[in-house]
């Protein structure tokens, strides 16, 4: 049997973007707040929300936004993605990069670029220590996040 497609005529489709600047070499930046204002401005009751960066050495995660924790994310990453590494990438010979930042990519791409939240009266289904998170791997840096809504 085929799956079905209802259409509501009253659809919204909104994106917003806005700019936040890392302070440090690796750090977490709670977005939760601007994330929660733009689906609140943008008057859906339900829906999706998807949220990214648009840079490949930073990740948007949904974690609890305690520091400690995100420590112990950054600890557990340089293990997978170990910092003396020989990366072909930090090679000037094989890339055009200069910032020698092939951990933050690699970091970056294992954890994502965005994630999806449903919205529910107006608000982001979020549990109570969730947080929207964006993960800087190579800062300090400005970064843009993208916020597309769609729903009723």
């Given at each position: ?6 259409e ?31 689906v ?10 998807f ?16 520091p400690?924790?995100?420590?112990d ?27 020698g ?36 791997w ?15």
């Amino acid at each position: 049997m085929s799956p079905t497609l209802t259409e509501s005529a009253g659809m919204k489709v909104r994106r917003r973007s806005f700019a936040v600047q890392s302070e440090g070499r690796r750090e977490a930046i709670d977005i939760t707040r601007q994330v929660r204002d733009i689906v609140r401005e943008a008057g859906v009751q339900d829906g999706l929300v998807f949220t990214n960066c648009l840079h490949t050495t930073c990740s948007v995660l949904i974690i609890d936004s305690q520091p400690e924790l995100f420590q112990d994310l950054s600890h557990m990453m340089g293990r997978f993605v170990e910092d003396e590494c020989q990366y072909k990438h930090n090679d000037p010979r094989l890339s055009d990069c200069e910032r020698g930042n092939a951990t933050a990519h690699l970091r970056a791409s294992l954890l994502g670029h965005g994630v999806a939240i449903g919205i529910s009266a107006g608000e982001l289904l979020l549990g109570g220590s969730q947080s929207i998170l964006l993960a800087e791997w190579d800062g300090p840096r400005p970064r843009n996040v993208n916020v597309q809504i769609m729903g009723v």
